[in-house]
């Protein structure tokens, strides 16, 4: 069956059989592979990406049951060589580490901070909850969000 | 793959999706996809049969919203527990609302599920079927010949959760005098749900409280009232000790079986400090 | 002669050391390029799969893949006769009886996931169908789990060893027994330290490809130790270690579960082998990776001291019990870690302790992150907190008395030289406001508690040597590539390297790129593990670019006709060392270097085998680390005694490091061991029936979230090794050793409860309290 999703500002159409979750269509068929899973069962956050604005688990999202939303994966928030303010904030801040959670982080925090530039402490908590990371512990990437925020706010 | 093969439906418009509900053979109903794709998956993992036909309610736009109107607060099936969050709520009881939508799961999870899904899915341990017990919810379901019914939540959750017909809102009674208390114990160390919920709907005259409504989710059994601690709130609020001596009427087969000595522990604290609570706020 | 243009690699990363320059890969990350073994995708790639035991122990009766093998998309199926049938293990040096494993077992499969079998197919739906075509009969054995029932007389025994004791470690210095009679007080106690999983973000995954013109295979792995890897892949495969290339690419963390073979990594290479040279990928699922990798020992762990009134330890005995699970992987040097890390911290003359490493049906243990000394940070700190209080000593005051001082030679033979425990502890004690707060804040419910530890930079336990190496190649137009087998998994190490090659060869930091653990290409490491790689790769590094840079001046030296003594290189200029006076730009010395005059190319090299002793097993001795690295931890607490839930409000961590190469990622690296900390503490508890994993997810195991971190503050001490890069020690996994013992401790001051066994739960709190009353 022919699929039709707008991923990162572009319109696809693809050949599916109907039961590829969002996901495997990401990364498989579409070789955009920044989109991560830790544990295929929607626990990790490292397949978040935004749909609608909302950060969403992309392996348990059935591909065709988004057609006619907007898709925004890691690879769509860089506009050519200039970087997103979220993730040049991971770069300064020292957010990163190993890196595997860091793309579904980056999509969770750009979601938060599009509807709300200036979240509480506490906000970005919950934003977030469903990121696993098992490197750095938090610290930086809280500092990383409130100050994209800031910019983002300009 | 990770799933088996299937046919995606996508109808347009409520009654389609209940015609579809009534005829659809070997189909699931896909709301927010949080609980089906994750058991889909799994069940394929173990070489198990999983439906055919998947009902996807993501394009009917009816089922999609809160409103306010008068006194009557309506739900509706499809809307995301971070919508009901994130919807202006009159001061009061209905808060409580937000209060059980903070406590579920993570928040990606949030922006996926579906209150319906919540509701319907018939999982004992789901926390909304307590409140909506505790705020006498009416829950309206939608046949394929286009006539509603209507059963309380109560009753939906007394006959573990099923219904032939296919579920399109709630409906509850905003009540000037009424206040509210919810309860959660956290996730466990071992196991990701919640080990109890309580929810706390009563309404205030001077310091006695009526038509209280206790909605209790022990995570054995689906979600049920307890009437023996409602009657005795109701009788005897004025007490000053009021938390402390509500606690030797609970009807024990809700909390005590099957129960480890931390979860009655942490039942009786909970129960307490909701009461506590609610007679503050009075 | 003055610089004649500016070079755009003057910018503000000369003199990088000590400076928090951005990450080498910052940039992949954030955009998702980076790319992991786990994004491999090559055409006509095959999906590999591991047939697993059902069973926690039986004996192989048959196996018949004939079925699996008619099955269409299935390209290559092995069992063990398709093998060499060579065991393989990590302690094979020092313990050679403990190597016990086999990639594709033959006989007998001892825990629920062992590999008897491997599958190579066109898609996954295929692998895992022929998965369940092979038929295998097996004679189901008994099987023992409890580490006390394993050791009894009649157990079921898993390998040859006697009452399944795979390995027993006496240690034994001094006269204990004799000592402790002399003590004024004797306290003796018992903790259990739960199973933990590294739960790395990127599962294990690999790929294999077989050259069959060549006999080559080339193996891609997310491995913390390529060359470890390599190692044991020639050893099973009867190959020479130049026709096996191991290449790491960015690894989603490790944690001490990626540091040896895995029997996927020999299958990979194998079936690639067997289906004519295509590329085979394995990946682990979550449920693999919790229940089929390596977890943490879960020990018991018993004490015993004897100490003076004025706070003097005279003697210290004990027992450690460490449950192996099914082989033996690193467990020798996980147990001796365990027993030994107490000497760096504590001055002790008399000590005897015994340790058992037991087999058991249960998956294996192996390294993981702190290496034995989580366990043992918990029990010694808690242990002697309640010493402290027997005497009626502040434990701060307690532990200053028997700490072990900078330049001193332990009982087993540790040469300490920078030692900077004594500030660490002053510096938290201040920090924190230990004299206004301890015992002071029970009325709150709040409560602080300190513990202590210490780390080796490295350390000589598994291999006869363990030196790194570098290459340092200066290209003509100035850019540099730094060829470093050290393993990056995540903590920076490729970042660090590069600076201190940078700064040893003179120059920005901007000009390196950093080329890292493939083992065709880079200078063998042994990789990441115990902290090693900022000190011993770290110096091979330093070593290397000082070697390019004498190249290069050597060159200057005679095209100027001064004695190359009197040059160096810093910050991008070619400078007289006397009087700082500039003879030239970098960019012009290498000119010079790649002239019609000279054409020589620069290649630096650095080797750096730390200056260690191995450790004599049968007493105990060696100085099994070229330095040590010292931190003193403090937790504050709040207990909500209704619903026994502890909240952790802060954290303090001073910790010695030498010298930081990189304060951002050091703070990092804290942080994230912080919080590896908390979750053992509280959450972080792998949980068996019958060799069963009852909480193989990240749903029941649960590891720390963005909600509920403490307030966490790393408080940097810098000792300046004159051994390590620059001063530097390095630090990765000490900051969660003493987390548990800090937070038992800390809510001990709160409401007077002392938990003995991990993790501090709700349930055990309210229980704790309600035995109280």
Redo the contacts between chains.
């Keep these: 069956m022919d699929v039709n999703l707008t991923i990162n500002k572009k319109q696809i159409t693809l050949n599916l059989k109907g039961n590829e979750t969002l996901l495997e269509v990401l990364r498989d068929h579409l070789s955009l592979t920044g989109t991560k899973t830790a544990c295929q069962e929607s626990e990790c956050g490292t397949c978040t990406v935004i749909i609608d604005g909302n950060a969403t688990l992309s392996c348990i999202t059935l591909a065709a049951n988004v057609q006619g939303t907007e898709i925004t994966s890691i690879e769509g928030l860089a506009q050519g060589d200039v970087l997103h303010p979220v993730q040049q904030a991971f770069i300064d801040y020292g957010s990163v580490q190993c890196g595997f959670c860091i793309p579904g982080m980056i999509m969770s925090s750009v979601a938060l901070l599009e509807k709300n530039p200036e979240p509480t402490q506490k906000e970005v908590e919950y934003a977030l909850d469903g990121n696993i990371c098992r490197c750095a512990g938090y610290p930086k990437i809280f500092e990383a969000v409130h100050a994209a925020g800031k910019k983002m706010k300009k | 793959?990770?799933?088996?093969?299937?046919?995606?439906h996508?109808p347009k418009t409520s009654l389609e999706a209940a015609r579809l509900y009534k005829e659809l053979e070997d189909s699931k109903v896909?709301a927010g996809?949080?609980f089906l794709?994750?058991s889909m998956?799994?069940l394929k993992?173990k070489?198990t049969k999983t439906a055919r036909n998947?009902l996807?309610l993501?394009?009917v736009d009816e089922l999609k919203g809160v409103s306010l109107q008068g006194d009557t607060l309506t739900i509706r099936a499809m809307t995301?527990i971070?919508d009901l969050l994130e919807t202006q709520l009159p001061d009061g009881h209905l808060k409580v609302l937000h209060t059980v939508c903070?406590n579920i799961?993570?928040?990606?999870?949030r922006?996926?599920a579906t209150f319906g899904g919540n509701l319907t899915c018939r999982y004992t341990w789901t926390e909304m079927g307590a409140v909506m017990i505790a705020l006498e919810a009416k829950m309206h379901f939608l046949g394929a010949d286009g006539k509603e019914e209507i059963i309380g939540a109560e009753d939906f959750f007394k006959n573990a959760a099923r219904s032939e017909k296919l579920f399109t809102h709630v409906t509850i009674k905003t009540r000037m005098a009424a206040c509210a208390a919810y309860r959660r114990?956290?996730?466990?160390?071992?196991?990701?749900v919640p080990l109890l919920a309580i929810c706390m709907k009563t309404e205030i005259k001077g310091k006695q409280w009526y038509n209280t409504r206790v909605g209790i989710n022990n995570g054995v059994a689906f979600a049920q009232r307890d009437l023996a601690l409602e009657e005795f709130l109701n009788k005897s609020s004025s007490s000053p000790d009021l938390g402390k001596e509500a606690l030797e009427h609970l009807t024990t087969a809700i909390y005590d079986t099957r129960s480890?000595?931390?979860k009655k522990?942490?039942f009786r604290?909970s129960l307490k400090?909701a009461i506590e609570e609610i007679s503050l706020s009075s | 002669m003055a610089l004649t243009k500016k070079s755009k690699f003057v910018d503000e990363y000369v003199d990088p050391v000590g400076k928090s320059v951005p990450r080498i890969e910052g940039r992949g990350i954030v955009t998702g390029q980076l790319k992991y073994v786990f994004d491999v995708q090559m055409s006509n790639m095959l999906v590999g799969k591991m047939l697993r035991s059902p069973h926690a122990h039986a004996r192989i009766i048959s196996i018949d893949t004939s079925k699996a093998e008619a099955l269409p998309g299935v390209k290559a199926i092995i069992t063990a006769q398709d093998t060499h049938q060579i065991k393989f293990g990590s302690n094979e040096y020092f313990f050679p009886h403990t190597v016990d494993q086999m990639a594709i077992e033959a006989d007998k499969v001892r825990y629920i996931g062992d590999e008897l079998a491997a599958v190579a197919a066109i898609d996954e739906e295929t692998a895992d169908e022929a998965l369940r075509l092979i038929d295998v009969k097996y004679e189901i054995l008994p099987g023992v789990f409890e580490i006390e029932e394993a050791i009894k007389p009649g157990a079921p025994a898993i390998h040859e060893a006697l009452n399944n004791i795979a390995l027993i470690l006496p240690v034994n210095f001094g006269n204990p027994e004799r000592l402790m009679k002399e003590a004024d007080s004797v306290r003796e106690s018992r903790f259990w330290c739960p199973v933990a999983h590294p739960s790395p973000m990127e599962p294990h995954v690999c790929v294999g490809q077989w050259e069959t013109f060549t006999n080559k295979i080339t193996l891609w792995s997310s491995s913390q130790a390529p060359f470890k890897c390599r190692e044991s892949l020639a050893k099973t495969l009867k190959m020479d270690l130049n026709d096996v290339r191991v290449i790491k690419m960015a690894v989603g963390g490790g944690f001490g579960g990626k540091l040896e073979m895995l029997p996927m990594d020999f299958a990979a290479c194998l079936l690639s082998k067997r289906a004519g040279g295509l590329p085979v990928k394995i990946c682990l699922t979550r449920e693999e990776e919790f229940t089929t990798t390596r977890r943490k020992h879960g020990m018991i762990y018993k004490v015993k001291t004897g100490v003076k009134k004025d706070g003097t330890l005279l003697a210290i005995t004990g027992e450690v019990l460490a449950d192996g699970g099914a082989y033996c992987s690193y467990g020798p040097t996980v147990l001796a870690a365990a027993m030994m890390r107490i000497f760096m911290v504590y001055k002790i003359q008399h000590f005897r302790m015994s340790g058992y490493r037991i087999y058991t049906n249960n998956p294996i243990s192996g390294a993981m992150r702190g290496f034995g000394g989580v366990q043992s940070g918990f029990a010694i700190e808690s242990h002697m907190d309640l010493v402290a209080k027997d005497i009626g000593m502040d434990p701060i005051d307690f532990r200053l008395k028997n700490i072990t001082t900078p330049n001193m030679v332990t009982v087993n033979k540790m040469i300490l030289t920078t030692n900077g425990l004594k500030e660490c502890i002053e510096k938290a004690r201040a920090a924190c406001g230990w004299d206004e707060k301890r015992g002071k804040q029970q009325h709150l419910k709040r409560g602080i508690g300190i513990g202590i530890a210490a780390d080796v930079m490295g350390s000589k336990m598994y291999k006869s040597h363990e030196s790194a190496g570098a290459i340092v190649k200066v290209e003509e137009d100035g850019s540099v590539y730094l060829f470093t087998g050290a393993a990056d998994t995540g903590q920076g190490s490729n970042t660090a390297l590069s600076q201190i090659a940078a700064q040893a060869l003179g120059v920005s930091y901007s000009r390196i790129k950093c080329k890292a653990g493939d083992t065709e290409i880079t200078p063998f490491d042994t990789g990441s593990f115990a902290s090693r790689v900022t000190f011993i790769s770290g110096n091979a590094a330093l070593l290397g670019g000082q070697d390019a840079k004498l190249q290069i001046l050597e060159i200057v030296a005679k095209d100027n006709n001064i004695s190359i003594d009197e040059l160096d290189i810093r910050a991008e200029k070619v400078i007289f060392k006397k009087d700082n006076r500039v003879l030239m730009s970098f960019d012009k010395a290498l000119e010079l270097c790649y002239s019609f005059k000279y054409g020589k190319q620069i290649i630096g090299r650095g080797s750096y085998n730390p200056k260690t002793t191995p450790i004599d097993f049968r007493s105990g001795e060696g100085n099994v680390s070229g330095s040590y690295g010292f931190e003193a931890q403090i937790a504050e607490v709040e207990v909500d005694t209704d619903t026994g839930v502890v909240t952790v409000l802060e954290l303090w961590d001073a910790h010695d490091i030498g010298k930081a190469i990189n304060p951002q990622s050091v703070q990092g690296q804290i942080e994230g061991s912080l919080a590896m900390g908390i979750g053992y503490t509280f959450y972080e508890d792998l949980r068996f029936k019958n060799g069963r994993v009852l909480n193989a997810n990240f749903a029941g195991y649960r590891v720390p979230r963005s909600i509920g971190m403490p307030k966490m503050n790393g408080i940097l001490v810098e000792t300046d090794e004159l051994e390590g890069p620059f001063g530097a020690k390095g630090m990765g996994e000490a900051a969660l050793l003493p987390t548990a013992a800090a937070v038992a401790n800390a809510v001990e001051d709160a409401i007077g409860v002392r938990i003995m066994d991990l993790p501090i739960t709700p349930e055990k709190i309210i229980k704790a309290l309600k035995e109280r009353a």
């Excluded at chain 2, 793959?1 to 995606?8: A, D, E, G, V």
């Excluded at chain 2, 114990?185 to 990701?192: G, I, P, R």
Aim: net charge positive.
């Design positions: 793959m990770l799933l088996n093969p299937l046919t995606l996508l896909l996809g949080t794709l994750n998956k799994l993992v070489g998947i996807s993501a394009k995301r971070n903070t799961s993570t928040n990606p999870i922006n996926m114990v956290k996730k466990t160390v071992h196991v990701d480890s000595d931390y522990h942490m604290v400090s």
